[in-house]
């Protein structure tokens, strides 16, 4: 898609089956398959997940091989040549950096490896955000990614993110953490209003989101809505992705979002996950949920207004 810029796309869910089947080699690590056709079954969720929780079970895979530096950098790599390919011009490619300390990295060395993949050029630009992520018991390693993201802000990071499943830890328990990103000067966005309502959305906008991750349940409350569309809060909305989770039932409300003035972005969340492109979301977005081509400017726009 010339020119697209995609603000919310995970790396362990945008990977090639190509790249698992190499890196498994590599590191001696088993596949239940090793067929790109076959495999890449293992890394797409269906259609009609279950819930976020099932959704996120098809990172295990991707994930098993990212542990190495090597495996980083070159998963770098693979997320950065497919988005060039396809045309798109800028990338914000996040990921986690304490899911990938299994084989005894630290998350420093996970940053380095993936920051050495990215590929910018005059034509085709890729940024990281560092995630935190909703688990138990992990505050520490939570504040860890914030001081990374502050020590390597304008190095190839540009913010910090929370992801994970929102309805098991709810937004309000990581206060702490992106109050110390705050008194950092790291920007952030966070996960909200995709399997929680909308008091996550506004739990976020408390600490201090600059943008929010989906939050199209915003809707469900007049005067979150009505505060977005003022402070013209970006809203990385991801359909695919909130139709497979269930986070969206029925008709996706992307036409009703931007035509009450909300700042809406259209981003792919998981290229692989959910089996998409920036084109595919752009598609569905003109002929399935009746945008016109003025509304499909205006994501454009809105895409570069919000980059952080
Ligand atoms: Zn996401």
Redesign the pocket.
């Known amino acids: 898609m010339k020119n697209g810029m995609d603000l ?1 796309l ?1 790396l362990d869910g945008s990977l090639t089956p190509a790249y698992v089947i190499r890196q498994a080699k590599k590191q001696g690590i088993e596949l239940p398959v090793w067929d790109e056709k076959e495999l890449v079954k293992y890394m797409t969720a269906p259609v009609d997940c279950q819930d976020l929780n099932e959704y996120l079970e098809k990172f295990d895979l991707p994930c098993s091989v990212m542990q190495t530096e090597d495996g980083l950098t070159d998963a770098a790599q693979d997320v950065c040549k497919q988005m060039k390919e396809r045309g798109l011009s800028y990338v914000e490619i ?1 990921f986690a950096p304490q899911l990938h300390t299994k084989k005894g990295l630290t998350q420093r060395q996970v940053v380095d490896a993936v920051l050495r993949g990215l590929i910018c050029d005059e034509s085709f630009e890729a940024r990281v955000i560092l995630c935190c992520m909703r688990m138990k018991d992990n505050e520490k390693e939570n504040l860890e990614t914030i001081q990374l993201a502050s020590e390597y802000l304008g190095k190839g990071v540009v913010a910090a993110d929370l ?1 994970g499943a929102e309805a098991l830890f709810p937004t309000s328990s990581f206060g702490n953490v992106f109050q110390k990103a705050k008194e950092a000067g790291v920007p952030f966005t966070i ?1 909200a209003g995709e399997a929680d309502g909308p008091e996550s959305i506004w739990t976020a906008l408390g600490f201090g989101a600059q943008r929010i ?2 939050g199209v349940r915003c809707l469900e409350d007049e005067k979150l809505v009505e505060y977005l569309r003022e402070k013209q809060i970006p809203l990385e909305v ?1 359909p695919t ?1 909130n139709f497979q989770t269930k986070a969206v039932k029925g008709e996706y409300p992307l036409k009703k979002m931007l035509e009450k003035g909300l700042c809406v972005t259209l981003n792919t ?2 290229t692989t996950v959910s089996g998409t492109t920036l084109e595919k979301e752009f598609d569905i977005a003109e002929n399935q949920l009746g945008l016109t081509r003025e509304e499909i400017m205006t994501l454009k726009k809105n895409a570069e207004k919000a980059r952080f």
């Open positions: 919310h995970h996040r992801a996960h991750g989906h991801c992705s969340d998981n």
